[in-house]
Each structure stands twice: as C-alpha cells, then as structure tokens.
C-alpha cells in the first residue's frame, strides 16, 4: 500500500518557468512533510519541509503548499534552473514516528534550455 | 569529511553469500538510518538508531537483516544468504536528532547475481 504517492514519473519545464511537483497521501496521521532532491549516484538531500499547521513554506525558489483536506502538497520551483534537474522525492512523518519517513516514488524533473 | 560516508559504493556478490555494508554518519549526529531503494520504488525504512536507546528494528525485511552501531558512531548493516530480491541502493543517513532533516550517503548498490 502506497501511502505516498507521485503520479508523474517525470516532468519537462523550461528554463525560467514555473516547475510543480506533486505528491498525494493517503494517511490522516501524517503531519509533517518534505521533500528531497537526488542526483545521479548521490543520496538524497533535503530541500524544504512544512509541517501540518501551516498550509505554506517559502525558501527562495522552493516553495511547498499543503492541502490537508484533500491530503495534497506541491513543490514549485521558480524560476526553473537547469541544476534543478534531478529527482524530487515526497516523504512525510507522523506525529510519535518521526523516525520513520514515508517516501513517494519520486518525479524526474528535467529542466531544458 | 563533512557528509554521510557509505562504503563500498558498489557491491556484486552470489545469491547465498553474506555482506556487509558501512555507513559513517556526520560527526555530532545522534540518529542514523538506514533505507533501502529497490528499482522504479521509493525510499524504504530499514532500522533507526537514537542515541543508546534500543533500536527501532521495525523496518527490517526479514531475520537475514541486522544493523549494529558501535560507539553511537559507525554503523554497519549485515545481509546474511542473500538473495536476489536484496538488489537495490542501501542508504545510510544521519541527523543531529529524531525530526531534524536527514542528510543521506551516497549509498551502497548491491547487486545479488
């Protein structure tokens, strides 16, 4: 059972535009979301969080929206850079499980000229 | 160095035989994790260590995994008679304590042949 869902596999956005990354979830005990990016042949490093109290969270280009009602969050990227292109993963937590991150399958953004 | 050491960043070896996998977490850093990525998955939970409290094993496939950490420092994940459904990354991370951002390794690939 999936609890962290990324429908798009990959994603093409141009230089400059606005890149949007979804992610869905399925448990209500989730309250606390992030995201990471990956290169090829690194780990996976952190890019934002937002925990479930907030509904926004801005750090420079990266911003994350959450939707508790209908259990969605995005990641949009603006501008779009082509070192941007990699892959984003979706993972959230529950409250008393911390320890445990729940990832999605991850989306391939890749970011063209 | 700064980040989240993994040793071998490759690993081949035959169905049946045991290996070890190394993980140095960041210096400071009371938490360390390990998760696993099989192809065309997400990130899987495998074990969490805090500190000298017991560790939350949950994650863990089956009895031919184990995970030790020495001295609250290095930790090395043991794959006893492997099999070829154990074929994926192996991620090691750490954060400084349970909640903060996980930094993640480079990782171990095993293949099982």
């Known amino acids: 059972d999936q609890q962290v869902k990324q429908n798009s596999p990959s994603l093409s956005v141009q230089e400059g535009r606005i890149s949007i990354l979804n992610c869905d979830y399925t448990?209500?005990?989730?309250?606390?979301f992030l995201w990471y990016k990956k290169y090829p042949a690194e780990g996976p490093t952190f890019l934002i969080s937002?925990?479930?109290?907030?509904d926004k969270n801005e750090d420079g280009r990266f911003t994350v929206f959450l939707n508790k009602s209908a259990k969605h969050l995005s990641l949009h990227i603006v501008p779009s850079q082509p070192g941007d292109s990699a892959v984003y993963f979706c993972?959230?937590?529950?409250?008393?499980?911390?320890?445990?991150?729940?990832f999605g399958t991850g989306t391939r953004l890749q970011v063209t000229l | 160095g700064a980040g989240v050491s993994q040793s071998p960043s490759n690993k081949v070896t035959e169905k049946g035989k045991d290996v070890e996998l190394r993980c140095d977490p960041i210096?400071?850093?009371?938490?360390l994790y390990w998760y696993r990525q099989s192809l065309g998955q997400g990130l899987e939970f495998l074990i969490y260590f805090q500190g000298n409290s017991a560790p939350d094993k949950s994650g863990l496939p089956s009895d031919r995994f184990s995970a030790e950490r020495t001295g609250g420092s290095v930790s090395t994940l043991t794959i006893q008679r492997t099999q070829q459904e154990d074929s994926a990354v192996y991620l090691c991370?750490?954060?400084?304590?349970?909640?903060?951002?996980?930094?993640f390794g480079n990782g171990t690939r095993l293949t099982v042949t």
């Open positions: 448990n209500s005990m989730f309250d606390y």
């Open positions: 991370a750490s954060s400084l304590a349970l909640g903060s951002p996980l930094h």
């Open positions: 937002i925990s479930s109290i907030k």
């Open positions: 993972a959230a937590s529950a409250l008393g499980t911390a320890s445990k991150l729940t």
């Open positions: 210096s400071g850093h009371t938490a």
